[in-house]
């Protein structure tokens, strides 16, 4: 049995991402690509995905990158850029790739698309806590 990296450990106790169905792909040192499929309760009065729902599968996906050392690191800021919109039954992949570490602060990307559409673009800066995983 191996001992689960830090990214497994904080997904595995994150409900409110199991609970919006979000799926890992891949973990990897800086890096995360997760899945999310846009359901009804997700869609806004303007018939596409809330901006919130795309922003928390980015963020997610950014906890996941940041936090697979096994450090606690939580976000610092994060900004979001919506450039086309989903919609309900569209299937989202987030992917964080880590640009910069530090000292204890970091800067990720994260890209989120629906097949060849670019969704949104995602800009996260981490900081990483003195403590260990609870």
């Known amino acids: ?79 979001i850029a919506f450039i086309n919109p989903a919609r309900q039954g569209d299937v989202l992949v987030a992917e964080a790739a880590e640009r910069h570490r530090y000292g204890r602060s970091g800067v990720y990307d994260v890209t989120v698309t629906c097949e060849d559409r670019v969704i949104a673009e995602f800009r996260g800066l981490s900081r990483t806590l003195n403590r260990p995983l609870p």
Request: net charge negative; charged share 15%; with cysteine.
């Open 1 to 79: 049995m191996t001992t689960p990296t830090g990214a497994e450990a904080m997904f595995a106790a994150d409900r409110a991402s199991q609970a919006l169905g979000i799926t890992v792909r891949a973990l990897a040192p800086g890096r995360a690509e997760l899945e999310m499929a846009a359901t009804e309760l997700m869609v806004n009065g303007h018939g596409i995905v809330h901006g919130g729902y795309v922003f928390l599968l980015a963020d997610t996906a950014f906890a996941c990158a940041c936090n697979y050392p096994g450090a606690v690191t939580v976000a610092a800021s994060a900004d």
